[in-house]
């Protein structure tokens, strides 16, 4: 069994900053590409940015480009979430997802709230 769980959300001012983690836990021998996808309520879950399992290609939605990192600690099996320069409209639920094993497991979610 297999579990993703996010964690880092919170209120945040308009310009601020946040980190989000992603840890897997259970049986897992290999990790693929680790990915954030967010979703407003009442609107399709998106993507928002990813990683490749060597780290060595990255893939972002445009509105996040120059603001958001991704990074991933393999050792851990986690996946961070560097987010910077928060804009009202990022306001969402953030989600994880992992490539692990063949499979795709997603987290739960985690609210981010950037208001003023």
């Known amino acids: 069994q297999v579990q993703l769980v996010e964690s880092g959300g919170g209120l945040v001012q308009p310009g601020g900053s946040l980190r989000l983690s992603c840890a897997a836990s259970g049986s897992i021998f290999s990790i693929g590409s680790m990915n954030w996808y967010r979703q407003v309520a009442g609107k399709e879950r998106e993507f928002v940015i990813g990683v490749s399992s060597s780290a060595g290609n990255l893939r972002y939605q445009d509105s996040v480009k120059g603001r958001f990192t991704i990074s991933r600690d393999n050792a851990k099996n986690t996946v961070y979430l560097q987010m910077n320069d928060l804009k009202p409209e990022d306001t969402a639920v953030y989600y994880c997802?992992?490539?692990?094993?063949?499979?795709?497991?997603w987290g739960k979610g985690t609210l981010v709230t950037v208001s003023s």
């Open positions: 997802n992992m490539l692990i094993s063949g499979r795709v497991y």
